[in-house]
């Protein structure tokens, strides 16, 4: 049997778009003469489409795009994931499955696991149904699936903190129909372990089913969530065929005779290559061109300019450099060198003027009061200004430059260097960005090294470093891992062996600072628990 | 029986002061010689823990907590809330009703109907149970039920959207389990309908059982959501007790003799009173004191700091009146007489210094570019550095100023006017912040009259209006009330009279704002959808 396996990034809410290009493709797979072709998990309407499916508008144009679908589907089989109505108790819809066949509906499968959990909300929206799908296509019998549905908690071994018991199990009950292969249609985001982790689990599916498996993922990203395809055929022997990661792909196969095709997986690239995707689906999935941001010559802006440049073409990065009072010539040569090294636009605007303008106007209002954090703020949020004026100004979309590290430790200043669109690097530790930066270095030192090696500062009082106030970046990544991604307890971290001091002192940072992170911009998710809509504590709480 | 209802303002993960707090209130209903006492929905760890019940040392403690608390119900029994492990399938918790009496814990209640909807997410954290519970005290048979348990869809005449229908019917199990009397605990939140809402549902209950029921509510606000409290008590006539609203009550009644003692609804009162206890609570349970803002002259602003006042005292309320070129004359008097007259500190800080630094170093970046929005953001954003440095130096707490009807339009500046650690009219419209001015004007003209008549102006740039780019306020509200709260379509609202034109610019505008309410702070809650948690619309979508 020919099948076409396609890994297409659609955009949420672009139904009329999103049908159009699945037409497209069905066009295509009847022109390879393919039996059967194979969209990802809600493709009619992109994933995730949060409160839309609320919409009755956006409800009744996703299921007539599927009827609009159906009529092209002659000659040719299509699964289509999109929404269903439940006419009867629970919620009133369905994560749905379309069997697409002779210009019809022919079948629906209903997801069963819905994912609740994490950046996960499909309790908010769906109602489950046990019902297992088979049906009968050019003489084979083919079990549909979605997602969740094959994550069981006996052979996930890397549950996310949240994750149910799941009772019901799709794989037995699918088992048990005896299907010739098995078809996946997923919405599975990315990050630096969910790739191997995905991977892993689908191993040990094919061992249940022992029958091949058809995995279709969605790639493309959406506000902050990156999906990377690597949707995989495993041939009756367990080999695989993966389609490409991190690119759109229209793949037709024979199931009967496909033999293996690697993947490349290295971590430091993957996560390049997922930072640039959610860079550039937030720009063009807007109607954005070009991005401007802040270069203060160290790591994390210099960073953000590269993969910017990589992500939109260097003509549509434009810099600022706002070297205040306490800037060292050095950050200002570097930030300069960056941009020659790269073709990056600039300009030059120290900040003294503006700041000291604050200075005097407050001085009576400060009287007797000593300089503090409140002056260094100032800084950050003068700089923020310029930053906004020149996107009003010119359209360019602000970048922000935060790294997790700080945001995790409320190491920014909110309305300041927190300012943004999109964060970059919101989930990015700042050890990653070090190890990003010598990535991006490869092929040439277009960070110039001196940005890399010099120790981090904020550069908002003299002679400040990051080391001033916080332990050690290898010690605090780590710490902060356990405690943001692992979700360990105190008792938890101390028994690691993590000094009790500096564990108190971490935890009560990174819970203190909630209300920085709950106005902070969306932060593209590159680990098991970014920042934002994944991760709801509490801003009023003593915990 | 003598029956004690506990309405008590708990801090969200405070487990031990939770904790000691019921021990008190149970020590002082032992003196009353109260045979049953209740307390609210989760009371242990308060509502809504959100992701802290991933936190394993979270769970225990509270449940080592409920242990505790048994220890001091010897001569009377207790009904408290909190969290139960599930050893089974399905989410690791409960969310729990526990029985105590005779030093142990008798029985468990598991909460059957988990509301995964608008700002509530049960299913994220909790299994459901399917199981009624009645035990027998004092030869009374007593039925407990939690919360959303009772909001059937049969009985629910206003469902939230995306409510589902419900399959489980846990009023007719528990009838056919024929019980004396009922109790519900609850946490259900302040909205101005919810308030209606839920003695019309309560009384339809009340018919279904046929039998008293004590409804026990939590009070105080928890971040953004705003709990009113509003504990009532049916006796067998169906005749109503009520507790009182917006504060905490400790009332031990006798059930077989208890008569009516009704509530006083007024709709902007309970507005106020809600607002008010939302500014408190931020303030009290995160140990702040003192709060800043930016008087602008026009009506958002000085309900704010009347509200500020009568919450924190004005002795607690500094205000910074931060004129620009373009303000009139009339609103820095407005201004200074609003502080005059509520007795409220303020620094008169002109904007044009730094407002003309930053114009004269983007004069050459700007060069041959007309003065659009952007000069009108620099000057928002001054406002809010000015604001946010003296937070920093005094520790006072900025309070933002925006109305929801803007907040909706995206009409703000965000970095500027959008800033704030708390917003308090971001979920009320303009019209209603109108009602609330002439509400607090009620006894003594505490805000002049002229920033009550006064043509709404943001003063960004010359003799701008807001109806120069909007709607009239008395419209727009209608309008945005339909699409936000009753989340209607673009065609719904065009068959309900509203023009063609209007409907689309209006949609369009709330639709493509999602960015910056994003980033804005959190909202307190007084409608039944707010800006936050309860409404998730994704940021780059086509729809």
Redesign the interface.
Known sequence: MKITLCQLNY?????E?NALKIIEHIQQAKSEKSDLIVFSELAIC?Y?????L?????VQQSIGAIKEIANHCVGIAAVVGGVDFNY?????LYNAAYVLNNGKIQHVYRKALLP??DVF?E???F?PSYEPLIFTHKGKRIAITICEDLWLPQIDIHPA??K????YDLISSNNALTPDFVINIAASPFSVFQHSYRYELLNKVFEQFNCPLVYVNQIGS??DLIFDGGSVVYNKKGEKYFLPFFQESHSTIDLDTISAKGDVFQQTASLYEALILGIQ??FI??NFKKAVLGLSGGIDSAVVAVLAAHALGNENVHCLLMPSRFSSQHSIDDAVELCKRNNLSY?I??IE??FR??E???SS??EG?EN???EE??QA??R???L???S??FGNILLNTSNKSEMAVGYGT??GDM?G?ISVLGDVYKTQVYQLAHFLNTQNELIPIHIIQKPPSAELRPNQKDSDSLPEYDLLDNLLYHIIEM?L????LINMGFSEDVVKKVYRLVQNNE?KR?????VLRVSSKAFG?G?????????
Chains 1, 2 share one sequence.
């Open positions: 955009i949420v809410g672009n139904i778009g992109g995730p489409p949060y409160d839309l609320f919409n009755s508008s956006f009867g108790d629970g919620k009133s609740t959990y909300d309790a908010r929206y109602e903190p949240g149910p018991k799941y009772q959406n506000t689906d937030y999935k807007n300009h605007i120290p003027q503006p303008s604050f005097q106007s407050l209002v400060f009061k503090d954090v409140t703020n100032i949020r003068v923020a200004i310029y906004m004026a020149y009003n100004k909110l309305y300012c669109a979700q307890t105190i008792p938890d209300y709950y106005q902070a911009p969306p809509y991760r709801r504590i509490p801003l009023v709480k003593k915990f």
